[in-house]
């Protein structure tokens, strides 16, 4: 009995990892302790369980019907935070003044801003004579070639003669409309300039060439935190020049304005399907995590892997992947991809959805989600969360060569 006491005491004095364990026990005493390595290797053997109870499936999305009678209830009540009643009587002066400076103006906070923009615009229309053209950048279907269409189809700007036809000799008839100092000058009110249908090069291209032209005058909202460090609409960049824009001419062409109104998103998400909304955010530890699953998937997969994978699909599935190889291929420097971080040579989902539909490859998420989802499995295509909120992130874990290869043979159908 003493030999088991002075054994228990030695042995409550051996490591950390036993202090608190519990025993085994008889009548004459503890047998043996078990360690917290015994633990960890007991629990680690046991296989995890994975529930087939999918939340989806036990619960069905809301009709349009049910959503509307759902939120009704919601819209009668007071607002959390009283809405500022604001008169922007003094600031549209402003406004307009700058404007004729040569300076776009951008106005951001939180709140719609679609009641603010569509007041200046009737006040531009009562203050002189000009033509005021509002643009919904939400609109579900819109891109930059109705932004062209729109101004194209003012009556004195559709009978100018042109050689070029399609979206050249759109650009060309405005070009020649508004150089034209006795023409009215054309103001742009822009809800949402970082809506989707701006994103892509060409829309963005087109849009700081319209800002580019000293009679055409642009004012537009911006709701999105990241779009200072995240598109590229030439606004860090774009000046104006002349003899009559001293001003604008040795600074940048944009001026931030704080048009904070409270006002909840009502119209620009009318237009979205409530049942398909996911979290806006990610944590710096998923974050970590998927970047670390996209390096793992780069280092496994293989060109003949992705051959047999392309051969696998349909043609659109192909065209889908040409459209994003080829983006890629103009983002990536010499070198593995897999050694470059996604957002540098990747796509965002929103950006590839519009080349998709411009090249009539989908014309909804759910075609474009549907033809990725094969590439998905196969880990061909990768998709990362940006964090903040930033959007998701899609490219191809492959070398330069290998996907210049792939694409190659796309193109000489050989796939």
Not at 71 to 98: E, M, N
Not at 196 to 216: E, G
Not at 253 to 270: K, N, Q, V
Request: neutral net charge; proline residues 5%.
């Amino acid at each position: 009995m003493a030999h088991s006491e002075r054994e228990g005491e030695g042995s409550s004095s051996d490591s950390d990892a036993e202090v608190g364990v519990p025993g085994f026990e008889d009548s004459t005493g503890p047998l043996f302790c078990a360690t917290a390595f015994d633990n960890y290797f007991t629990q680690a053997s046991k296989p995890s369980r994975t529930s087939a109870n999918v939340f989806s499936a036990e619960t069905t999305p809301l009709s349009p019907q049910e959503y509307s009678a759902a939120i009704s209830t919601f819209l009668l009540r007071p607002p959390p935070v009283p809405t500022p009643a604001l008169t922007y009587d003094a600031a549209f002066r402003r406004y307009l003044a700058q404007l004729h400076q040569g300076f776009n103006l951008l106005l951001y906070g939180a709140g719609s801003k679609r009641r603010v923009l569509n007041a200046f615009a009737l006040f531009i229309h009562n203050a002189q004579p000009a033509h005021v053209l509002v643009i919904n950048g939400t609109a579900p279907g819109f891109d930059y070639k109705d932004l062209l269409s729109s101004i194209d189809g003012i009556p004195d700007v559709s009978s100018i003669p042109v050689l070029q036809r399609g979206v050249e000799g759109q650009m060309a008839r405005i070009s020649s409309h508004f150089h034209d100092t006795v023409q009215r000058q054309l103001y742009l009110i822009i809800h949402n300039i970082d809506a989707a249908p701006f994103r892509p090069l060409k829309a963005a291209s087109v849009l700081t060439w319209l800002c580019a032209k000293p009679r055409i005058h642009v004012l537009a909202s911006v709701d999105n935190i990241a779009f200072p460090v995240k598109y590229s609409l030439g606004v860090q960049s774009t000046q104006r020049f002349g003899a009559s824009r001293s001003l604008a001419t040795n600074s940048s062409a944009w001026l931030w304005h704080d048009a904070t109104t409270l006002h909840p998103y009502d119209f620009e998400l009318s237009h979205v399907d409530r049942s398909s909304l996911t979290g806006a955010s990610q944590n710096a530890s998923s974050s970590s995590r998927a970047q670390a699953a996209t390096n793992q998937l780069a280092t496994l997969l293989s060109s003949d892997a992705a051959r047999h994978i392309l051969l696998s699909v349909t043609e659109k599935a192909k065209k889908l992947f040409a459209l994003l190889g080829a983006r890629q291929l103009a983002s990536m420097d010499d070198g593995e991809a897999s050694n470059k971080d996604s957002s540098a040579i990747g796509m965002e989902y929103s950006t590839l959805f519009s080349l998709a539909r411009e090249n009539f490859v989908a014309t909804n998420d759910t075609a474009l989600r549907a033809l990725m989802s094969e590439f998905k499995d196969h880990g061909l295509v990768v998709s990362t969360a940006q964090t903040g909120g930033a959007g998701e992130m899609i490219w191809i874990p492959l070398r330069r060569k290998a996907l210049s290869d792939l694409l190659v043979g796309i193109e000489q159908g050989q796939l």
